[in-house]
């Protein structure tokens, strides 16, 4: 049991004296045969090195990663602004101005109408042009919602496989160090 514990006699006490403080307290931890010799610094060093490194470059290639998402998300949103200014010359060229042909013989009556129909053709025109931002805005909000669950997902996962069952905590400890 005294080995189990890692003292010599785990009921010795020590007398301390600190600078005129003098107190007791149990014997310290007396390094045993059966134990392994600490670790060479080197070689610790080495080893939290390279640690390093690969968590790093685990974190370059994620962020490699997010940037050509965000090249992508912007192609498409900029591509979809094209498409947008595009139909809306379209339609501003197929619908110039229209004027109702011998509505009356009057010229009044004829202007009233034919600045009322230039004014339903620039709302019908706008509507539409609204339309198709709305359904390229959903687009862009689907696509935002797909990288942000591929996201979660990637996390997630990152948690579920932690070595939690692993017997040792120093092996937990280093999962941990490199995520």
Same mark, same amino acid.
């Given at each position: 049991?005294?080995?189990?514990?890692?003292? +010599? %006699?785990?009921?010795?006490?020590?007398?301390? %004296?600190? +600078?005129?403080?003098?107190?007791?307290?149990?014997?310290?931890?007396?390094?045993?045969?059966?134990?392994?010799?600490?670790?060479?610094?080197?070689?610790?060093?080495?080893?939290?090195?390279?640690?390093?490194?690969?968590?790093?470059?685990?974190?370059?290639?994620?962020?490699? &990663?997010?940037? !050509?998402?965000?090249?992508?998300?912007? %192609?498409?949103?900029?591509?979809?602004?094209? $498409?947008?200014?595009?139909?809306?010359?379209?339609?501003?060229?197929?619908?110039?101005?229209?004027?109702?042909?011998?509505?009356? !013989?009057?010229?009044?009556?004829?202007?009233?109408?034919?600045?009322?129909?230039?004014?339903?053709? +620039?709302?019908?025109?706008?509507? &539409?042009?609204? &339309?198709?931002? =709305?359904? $390229?805005?959903? %687009?862009?909000?689907?696509?935002?919602?797909?990288?942000? !669950?591929?996201?979660?997902?990637?996390?997630?996962?990152?948690?579920?496989?932690?070595? =939690?069952?692993?017997? !040792?905590?120093?092996?937990?400890?280093?999962?941990?160090?490199?995520?």
């Amino acid at each position: 049991m005294a080995a189990a514990a890692g003292y +010599d %006699n785990p009921d010795e006490w020590e007398l301390i %004296n600190d +600078d005129g403080f003098v107190y007791k307290r149990k014997k310290r931890l007396v390094p045993s045969a059966g134990a392994p010799p600490p670790p060479d610094p080197a070689v610790e060093r080495k080893n939290r090195r390279e640690r390093r490194k690969r968590a790093l470059l685990k974190l370059r290639e994620r962020y490699l &990663e997010e940037i !050509s998402r965000w090249e992508l998300f912007s %192609n498409r949103l900029t591509a979809m602004e094209q $498409n947008a200014r595009t139909q809306s010359v379209e339609r501003q060229e197929l619908h110039p101005t229209t004027s109702f042909d011998g509505a009356s !013989s009057s010229g009044e009556p004829l202007e009233a109408d034919s600045s009322r129909g230039r004014l339903v053709d +620039d709302l019908l025109f706008q509507v &539409e042009a609204q &339309e198709v931002l =709305i359904r $390229n805005a959903s %687009n862009l909000c689907d696509l935002a919602e797909g990288l942000c !669950s591929a996201q979660e997902e990637r996390l997630r996962q990152q948690l579920t496989d932690l070595p =939690i069952w692993d017997p !040792s905590p120093h092996e937990l400890m280093d999962a941990l160090c490199d995520q």
